[in-house]
């Protein structure tokens, strides 16, 4: 009897360890290692959401477009951004070339294993002339952080200043409230980031937002409480024209429309855009076009 009765109380305590096991929080997950990459490229990086990026922000170039003097961050920063992929590790990111950096660059770039996936502009009407250049690879992190090295050394940027979070100003608050997302100030320049719903892949590979697959809005101030803005919606097919029809009808510039992909599923267009004026009215404006678009909710 009082055997059986201990082989009871056992079972009972095993049942209750199990129950209180699953009422416990199941770990934080480490963050991944990206030291190997960071040491290859020879420049900073952040991790957050499972991307580390790393920023090419070309603060030795001084561009104006339409006359206005541009910071860096609107839209003269570079980027590669990496993300595991089961046992290999997927890149892709934009490089800001002057026209004799882009061809050594796109060599060097394939020599060590990266796709170039799209060259072309992203704003009018500036000064110097600038191209993007957007690349795709998968594999061995480090190999490809060593691609990244000897590509950029193509080039004259500079390592990148340290960019701390700033406060909202005046005129940002007024953009944030009138679009209707917030987002951060670093260097004098407000970026928002608008994610689209569903997933999106590069040749199988999966890539997050934060791996240039969010809609992307950036602002400076340029006088008197008024702002520039940049940047690009990513779209569907019947996406495009409804949007266009909204910058349009808000007096905001389309500055260019093509793919930064070449195998994405769904098949994306990127659209680009140019404005100076009201802070709120610029808002506005971007806000009705967001409408037309499929985007995360929440």
Not at 197 to 226: C, D, R, S, Y
Request: aromatic letters at 6%.
């Amino acid at each position: 009897m009082i055997a059986r009765t201990s082989q009871a109380s056992r079972a009972i305590t095993r049942l209750l360890l199990v129950f209180t096991a699953a009422l416990l929080p199941a770990p934080a997950a480490a963050e991944s290692d990206w030291s190997a990459v960071a040491e290859a490229i020879g420049r900073p990086g952040s991790e957050g959401g499972g991307v580390y990026r790393v920023p090419f922000p070309r603060s030795d170039l001084h561009v104006t477009i339409d006359g206005t003097p541009i910071k860096t961050g609107l839209a003269l920063g570079g980027w590669a951004a990496f993300a595991h992929d089961g046992d290999s590790t997927v890149v892709d990111g934009d490089l800001v070339l002057l026209p004799q950096e882009i061809n050594a660059v796109v060599s060097a770039l394939q020599a060590n294993g990266l796709e170039i996936t799209a060259l072309h502009n992203h704003v009018i009407l500036e000064t110097p002339h600038v191209m993007y250049l957007h690349f795709f690879g998968t594999g061995d992190g480090a190999a490809l952080g060593r691609g990244l090295r000897a590509a950029i050394a193509e080039t004259g940027t500079p390592p990148p200043p340290a960019a701390p979070a700033e406060p909202a100003p005046t005129w940002a608050r007024a953009v944030e409230a009138s679009l209707g997302h917030s987002g951060a100030v670093r260097g004098g320049v407000l970026a928002i980031g608008v994610p689209r719903a569903e997933p999106i892949h590069e040749h199988g590979a999966m890539l997050a937002p934060a791996m240039g697959m969010a809609n992307a809005f950036v602002f400076q101030e340029t006088e008197n409480g008024q702002v520039a803005t940049t940047g690009d919606f990513v779209l569907t097919g019947d996406e495009v024209n409804p949007v266009i029809r909204e910058l349009r009808g808000g007096g905001i510039r389309v500055t260019a429309l093509h793919n930064h992909l070449i195998r994405s599923v769904p098949t994306l267009y990127f659209l680009h855009f140019w404005a100076t004026g009201d802070p709120a009215r610029i808002g506005q404006t971007l806000k009705q076009a967001l409408s037309h678009v499929g985007v995360r909710q929440g």
